[in-house]
């Protein structure tokens, strides 16, 4: 079974450019995550889909950040327009919807660097 | 905020020592879930535990074993006869449910030297 993918593994752009990240959770994962970590400090959670629909989404830092997540499947993370503080790494995570245990896999990550 | 504490920032031990990895959390609930992931080189995130609020037996899987206290609010993991393979930063983490988000610890960087 394949794990959560992400792409692209690394992206550099310039201060005001637009970036898309793609998250592919674990098929028939109904909860996808986006968590990131800047600069050394703890990963922290942006937002939570469960299928198609934003179940919390208490951490995102702005509205420069837009999240998808067409047809309950893969999502996609939007930064636009990208700031240097954005720079980071972008985790996915997603775990399958049941009553009761539930453990969050997560994908390899996007370097993302603004500059 | 409900915190994860992990005060050990890097730790460098010889290969073959045991090392242990502290975790202290903080929580209002009574029912919660903690976890351990371990970050390699690679960078990917990997899932090593979950253990819930009710359930304070220890667990050991091979040279890791993990010891939760709720008396103390700590979840500590110990791995024995380390190895080389095991240097990678470890995250405790802990949600307030079973589906919600995670709250990660800053991190121990564990480094085996051969």
């Known amino acids: 079974e394949a794990g959560v993918t992400q792409f692209p593994s690394h992206s550099v752009i310039e201060k005001g450019q637009t970036v898309t990240l793609r998250c592919d959770p674990i098929?028939?994962?109904?909860?996808l995550y986006w968590y990131r970590r800047v600069m050394g400090k703890e990963i922290k959670f942006l937002l939570h889909?469960?299928?198609?629909?934003?179940?919390?989404e208490s951490g995102m830092p702005n509205n420069r950040f837009l999240a998808e997540r067409t047809g309950g499947t893969y999502s996609t993370l939007k930064v636009q327009p990208a700031e240097l503080e954005d720079s980071g790494v972008y985790f996915c995570?997603?775990?399958?919807?049941?009553?009761?245990?539930?453990?969050?896999?997560f994908g390899p990550g996007t370097r993302l660097t603004v500059l | 905020a409900q915190k994860v504490t992990q005060a050990q920032t890097e730790i460098s031990v010889v290969e073959k020592e045991d090392v242990t990895l502290d975790c202290v959390y903080e929580?209002?609930?009574?029912?919660?879930?903690l976890f351990w992931y371990k970050q390699p080189p690679s960078g990917e995130l990997v899932f090593l535990i979950r253990?819930?609020?009710?359930?304070?037996q220890n667990e050991i899987s091979g040279r890791y074993s993990w010891n939760f206290q709720k008396s103390t609010s700590s979840f500590n993991f110990t791995i024995t006869a380390s190895q080389v393979v095991d240097s990678a930063v470890y995250f405790c983490?802990?949600?307030?449910?079973?589906?919600?988000?995670?709250?990660f610890g800053s991190g121990t960087r564990l480094s085996i030297r051969p």
């Open positions: 889909f469960v299928k198609e629909s934003k179940q919390d």
């Open positions: 253990r819930n609020s009710f359930d304070e």
């Open positions: 929580t209002r609930d009574t029912t919660y879930y």
């Open positions: 098929s028939g994962h109904d909860n």
């Open positions: 995570a997603s775990s399958h919807m049941t009553g009761g245990e539930n453990t969050q896999y």
């Open positions: 983490a802990r949600a307030y449910s079973s589906a919600s988000k995670i709250i």
